[in-house]
Nanobody
Framework: VQLQASGGGLVQAGDSLRLSCVAS???????MAWFRQPLGKERQFVAI???????YSAPGEKDRFTISRDNAKNAAYLQMNSLKPEDTADYYC???????????????????WGQGTQVTVSS
């Protein structure tokens, strides 16, 4: 499975962005997640949509970020509202076939990764 992330860009604080992740193959049975990696920092969990569709966002972002998926289009999305400068990072989508209940934050548990899309939020 190849993942293609897109939708990043340069925006101002308070703006919104919608990131897209399109897979080369069907996403049936895959959990889809978004991570982000600020410059010089480790990759961080942002949100996950489990198969067949339960969604969960990191506690710090759950009021602003919403993950969704369209299985018919082999795609997952991350809607980001009220963006802040501290949201600046490279955003990656990832897919995992098997995840235990508490593994969603662990980058090592994901089977496939997209190439990343850069989000820059100016103040």
């Amino acid at each position: 499975v190849q993942l293609q992330a897109s939708g990043g860009g340069l925006v101002q604080a308070g703006d919104s962005l919608r990131l897209s992740c399109v897979a080369s193959d069907a996403l049936k049975d895959y959990h889809m997640a978004w991570f982000r990696q600020p410059l010089g920092k480790e990759r961080q969990f942002v949100a996950i949509t489990r198969w067949p569709g339960h969604a969960y966002s990191a506690p710090g972002e759950k009021d602003r970020f919403t993950i969704s998926r369209d299985n018919a289009k082999n795609a997952a999305y991350l809607q980001m509202n009220s963006l802040k400068p501290e949201d600046t990072a490279d955003y990656y989508c990832a897919a995992a076939r098997f995840l235990s209940g508490g593994d969603y934050w662990d980058v090592g548990k994901y089977d496939y990764w997209g190439q990343g899309t850069q989000v820059t939020v100016s103040s």
